[in-house]
């Protein structure tokens, strides 16, 4: 559907500047990709384990009915009144914990500390998530400014779609010494905004990098990248390992089920914390998106010890109601013993001392959608 949505609109989308679609890499940029296992030379773009992914995300994706019916048949995909939310005390943030401490800004946003290094993840911060001007809008105003942030060491990107890489909050951090770690080909969008090479680091799956006493590991996902006609496919996707040599810390990005997750697992769990995709989904894109039975799966298979559910709550992207992946996950969390932790946008949380489990979006429940959706589980 996104791919449709893109060529229904290209003509307002390139009124909105170029910039934003990004840059191809090229060079020894596109060298380095070359050699990576990820990519198909025959089609000059990189594949899933599974090369007949691509093949139906692009199929799906150019169903004109669903586009249509995501732009006028609205429903109640988007919240109605503000959201609760808490503005974060970075004072508390910045004191020393014996676990890790995560604030969630809404859909996949996260700002973390591990090893007293401030991490961005998947940073969005601007109006919207889309290049076309009325499209996917936030549902509400950030919760905190980005001038207002801690000092952030590191910004990990888990791959190019607008959603997770935003154009706008790249550059407020050019004049800074933030470093950016990212998937093989997206550091071309980064320097073509004005971050130096110096500052990037791209990795294949399964490389690893050190900063300090964290290592950041770029692992397998099973989705697909581009943010234009021109460079569907170019960049690499990826999940993400963060970990100390007491902490450890698991970032999805966005992907669909497979054995991908028992790998990691074994490889790498069990972790403090992980955060996995759990909104924006349709059994139609099941291959690149998580549905919520099976992001629960994917957690046993991390050997996870603590939920946080992201890619929800703050951009509509798909056609079910805003708060059914918080219920859908919230119900399966309680039939299947997960330790699920939701928190409310912006509020703290400590793997040392975890917040009790709530539902903040019951308000805005409608008991006939809640029964439709749960009946099904």
């Not at 942030?149 to 959603?163: A, F, K, N, R, T």
Request: aromatic letters at 12%.
């Amino acid at each position: 559907m996104a791919a449709g949505l893109l060529v229904m609109t290209l003509g307002l989308a390139v009124l909105n500047g170029c910039a934003m679609f990004g840059t191809n890499p090229k060079g020894s940029d596109l060298q380095r990709i070359e050699l990576s296992s990820q990519y198909n030379a025959q089609q000059e773009r990189f594949d899933n384990p599974d090369p007949g992914v691509i093949q139906t995300v692009e199929e799906v994706s150019m169903n004109w009915g669903d586009v249509w019916k995501w732009l006028v048949v609205k429903g109640e995909r988007t919240p109605d009144e503000p959201m609760p939310q808490i503005t974060p005390d970075m004072g508390a943030f910045a004191v020393a914990s014996g676990g890790v401490k995560a604030i969630w800004f809404g859909h996949s946003s996260v700002l973390i500390r591990m090893a007293e290094q401030n991490i961005l993840l998947d940073p969005v911060f601007s109006d919207r998530a889309s290049p076309v001007p009325f499209t996917v809008g936030r549902f509400q105003e950030p919760v905190v400014d980005l001038k207002d942030l801690p000092e952030i060491d590191l910004i990990v990107i888990s791959h190019d779609h607008y959603d997770h890489l935003d154009m706008d909050t790249v550059k407020a951090f050019r004049d800074r010494a933030t470093r950016f770690i990212v998937p093989l080909g997206v550091g071309s969008h980064l320097k073509g905004w004005g971050i130096d090479e110096s500052r990037i680091t791209e990795l294949d799956w399964w490389q690893s990098t050190q900063r300090g006493e964290l290592e950041f590991v770029a692992t397998p996902a099973s989705h697909f990248s581009g943010r234009g006609m021109t460079n569907r496919n170019k960049t690499l996707w990826a999940s993400w390992v963060i970990r100390s040599e007491n902490e450890s810390v698991y970032f999805s990005g966005d992907s669909g089920y497979g054995s991908h997750f028992k790998q990691i697992g074994d490889a790498y769990g069990p972790f403090d914390v992980a955060f996995i995709e759990n909104g924006q989904y349709n059994i139609k894109w099941h291959s690149v998106h998580l549905l919520p039975d099976e992001a629960a799966q994917a957690y046993f298979d991390l050997r996870a010890e603590m939920f946080i559910p992201i890619h929800w709550a703050m951009f509509e992207l798909s056609m079910h109601t805003w708060y059914q992946p918080g219920m859908e996950i919230y119900a399966l969390a309680e039939q299947r013993g997960i330790n699920l932790v939701t928190p409310m946008i912006g509020e703290m949380v400590d793997t040392d001392k975890p917040l009790p489990r709530m539902a903040w979006w019951r308000p805005w429940i409608n008991p006939e959608v809640a029964e439709q959706v749960l009946a099904k589980q």
